[in-house]
């Protein structure tokens, strides 16, 4: 049952609303003078506004012009009553918000139609509300998890690697990367062949593995090389080990580094040692096999093999909330955060153009850094078109999502060369953007 406000000074006009109101099994309650409207609304739950275009000292597009001013109410429904049919009149008042016009005299069959539309617009827009704002919490939720277990897992000595069903890395704690330092390149989404060629036999055996042999048990435990730098090898202790799901599988890779002492494959101990040892191990590699379970999970239901991009921003960055104060938004926030995407774009253009080529666009750095969606049509064209809008004051959401372009400039900085004319700026840019971000956010 909806609550409706009439706002009219024609007691005729009243009466007849709310009768048909009443028959359409709604309540309803009404004022003829525009000075009580906010009182009610403070005071009461509305979900419809009729709101009569002439009435005495404030008439009804000013009154509408206040109610969508007012940040509590400009969501409001509100429905404009006339017998004035001003092509004007119906302009100025869809302008200022009106959602729609009911003429008088009134029918009751184009009254009763015109409200019940309007209220099963917003039953949608209340549900829709209700989906973003309960998408909004759950993706908060999995951030939080996910940075938990990201600390967790980077304060590790053995390196800890998950792995997709194709065996393509999605997720590295610190000492992988510290360990795998020598590799060019981003290691995320690449395969485990690729990152650790010593594997590559493994892995082409794996995919023809039949799955009930891959359950709860190590593919293999063997002895690796892995190169630095500097020319030196260290010797690493590698573990594979199926993470298997209902509907998917992944892996889980460990390397235990010959310096870190407690490697669950001790050799040349007493037996009397053993025993009280390896139970402890396997405890604790229990317990790592459920930590990176989670994230994979985690990973997944983010819809984020892209860790990389999220760990490039500084933790307290990470943990900010995406929605920050409207009058900020409008006065520093929004500026900054177009400003940054062009400039990204802009050093990512120059550094991928050459004397013969034009260069990589903005649709390429949409698409690779798998931030933004693209969009190709027919002909082979592609279109970035949510990133467009971040490139223009005009055309900027209301909302921006300002976690998406620092990640985004991230990406940038991270893949071209450093030496290069825009580089510097674009660190500066981000960091201006940074700082605004925290005044604002505390």
Known sequence: MANLLIVDDNEQNV????????????????????????????????????????????????????????????????????????????????????????HKPFRDITFKARVQSVLKAGEYQHQLLLEILEHKRTSSSLRASRQRLTRILDTMEEGMLALDEKQNVIYLNQSANQLLSHISGKLLLRSLGDVLPELEPFCKDLQSTPEDFLSGKDIFNMQLQISQKEGAAIPCQATLTPLVFPDEKGWMVRLVAESFTSSPYPENKPESSLSTELPAQQNRLKQLEWMISGMWQLLKEEGAPQLELLNTLPADMDEMQEELPARIREKELRPALVETLRLAIRTWEQNSATATSAGKTAEDLAEESGLWSVYHDPDGGAYARTLAKYLSLDRLPRQPRWRKVLQTAYYVLKNTPQDSELHPRLSMQIEKLEKLLRQVSF
């Open 15 to 102: 009466q007849q609303m709310q009768h048909f109101i009443r028959t359409m099994g709604h309540d309803s309650q009404f004022t003829m003078t525009a000075e009580f409207v906010f009182d009610i609304l403070q005071s009461e739950r509305v979900d419809l506004i009729l709101l009569d275009v002439h009435l005495p000292k404030t008439n009804g597009l000013q009154l509408l012009q206040q109610i969508k001013a007012h940040p509590e109410y400009e969501s409001l429904p509100v429905v404009m009553i006339t017998a004035d049919e001003s092509d004007q009149l119906l302009s100025d008042c869809l302008s200022a918000g009106a959602v729609d016009f009911i």
